[in-house]
């Protein structure tokens, strides 16, 4: 967990970053 955790939300905010967690479609 954290900034550079690809998997959590977080961690995708960070790296700009989608996937599962953080859909490109909101």
């Known amino acids: 967990m ?3 955790d690809q ?3 977080r961690g ?3 790296r ?3 996937g599962k ?3 490109r479609n909101t």
Request: proline share 7%; hydrophobic share 20%; net charge positive.
């Open 2 to 4: 954290g900034k550079g």
């Open 7 to 9: 998997k959590t939300r």
């Open 12 to 14: 995708k905010l960070f």
């Open 16 to 18: 700009g970053s989608f």
């Open 21 to 23: 967690t953080r859909p």
